[in-house]
């Protein structure tokens, strides 16, 4: 416990003095005579705002299985155009079906899809008459995995937590870019999204949806996604900053889509089931990485 203190407070009091070095002050005294208050009492304080995991009041992680997909219904709302998965057919369904099983054995409490948090009400009704024998599933991937998986295991809902309240300005960017001249740039740009398209293609013929997804969630998969808009960054003059900006909002939605995740827990999770497009994935896993509550199983130990 004293050893724990201790690492806070030193970052603490680095923090501190970073900012009151202005002042002509030091921020030392305050944390050492704080510290020494905690170690000396049996139920250690903590100023407001400030807070660590200790070794005697941590909890158990909650696990998280976070996949990333690629759009079953193909919608054609990313930059990189996909053929279709023909997922109403017979092959594909069952390959849906041992998809749903595998992941209904990690026994998830909580289902989060990819849909905005107005459409709750909507896609609970939708649910409700699936229960009932009232609706016919459709082919994107909320309701051909999350509908049947929380079925599966009794769940009464699944949770709605995507965002959509910011920009994403590609074609602003290009037209900056070809202003600029940026060539080199844009043809970067252009090879990226047509060799992705490409590779994807070639895989979705040869592949089952399982290997499709095992795929697209490998760490490399990952980087090359979250890589891809650090290139961006480079659009326009020094006036300019449509690639920054593009890439912050990226960013800040996929920051509250996890956020909201956050929101709807209550603390009673053992394992929680994320399902969104992997290019959100991607950074959510970066997200996680941060939060000493979350576990993230690798979705090849899932995906068998």
């Known amino acids: 416990m004293k050893k724990t203190i201790s690492y806070c407070i030193l970052f603490l009091t680095t923090v501190c003095n970073s900012f009151a070095a202005t002042y002509e002050t030091d921020c030392s005294d305050i944390f050492v005579k704080r510290y020494n208050k905690m170690v000396e009492s049996d139920t250690p304080t903590i100023a407001p705002g400030f807070f660590w995991r200790t070794e005697q009041n941590s909890?158990?992680?909650?696990?998280?299985?976070l996949l990333g997909t690629f759009h079953f219904s193909n919608p054609g709302l990313d930059a990189v155009k996909f053929k279709s998965a023909d997922i109403n057919s017979d092959t594909r369904q069952k390959e849906i079906q041992q998809l749903v099983g595998n992941i209904k054995k990690f026994k998830p409490d909580k289902i989060f899809i990819e849909a905005g948090i107005d459409q709750q009400a909507l896609i609970d009704s939708q649910y409700n008459a699936y229960l009932s024998g009232n609706y016919k599933l459709s082919a994107n991937e909320t309701n051909q995995v999350g509908f049947r998986l929380a079925k599966e295991l009794g769940h009464k809902k699944v949770y709605c937590i995507d965002y959509w309240g910011t920009q994403f300005p590609f074609d602003s960017l290009l037209k900056v870019a070809?202003?600029?001249?940026?060539?080199?740039?844009?043809?970067?740009?252009?090879?990226?999204i047509t060799a992705v398209g490409q590779e994807f293609n070639a895989m979705l013929l040869k592949s089952t949806i399982?290997?499709?997804?095992?795929?697209?969630?490998?760490?490399?998969?990952?980087?090359?996604n979250v890589g891809f808009y650090f290139k961006l960054l480079k659009a326009g003059d020094l006036k300019n900053h449509v690639g920054s900006y593009l890439?912050?909002?990226?960013?800040?939605?996929?920051l509250i889509i996890y956020?909201?995740?956050?929101?709807?827990?209550?603390?009673?999770?053992?394992?929680?089931?994320?399902?969104?497009?992997q290019g959100h994935t991607a950074m959510i896993k970066q997200f996680v990485q941060y939060n000493h509550e979350l576990e993230l199983v690798p979705v090849a130990d899932v995906l068998k």
């Open 59 to 65: 909890k158990p992680a909650v696990q998280l299985l």
């Open 178 to 192: 070809k202003q600029n001249r940026q060539d080199e740039l844009l043809n970067s740009i252009n090879d990226k």
């Open 210 to 224: 399982q290997q499709l997804l095992a795929w697209e969630n490998t760490d490399a998969m990952n980087a090359e």
């Open 259 to 277: 956020e909201q995740m956050l929101k709807e827990l209550d603390g009673r999770e053992k394992r929680i089931f994320l399902m969104f497009g």
């Open 247 to 254: 890439t912050s909002e990226w960013y800040r939605r996929n």
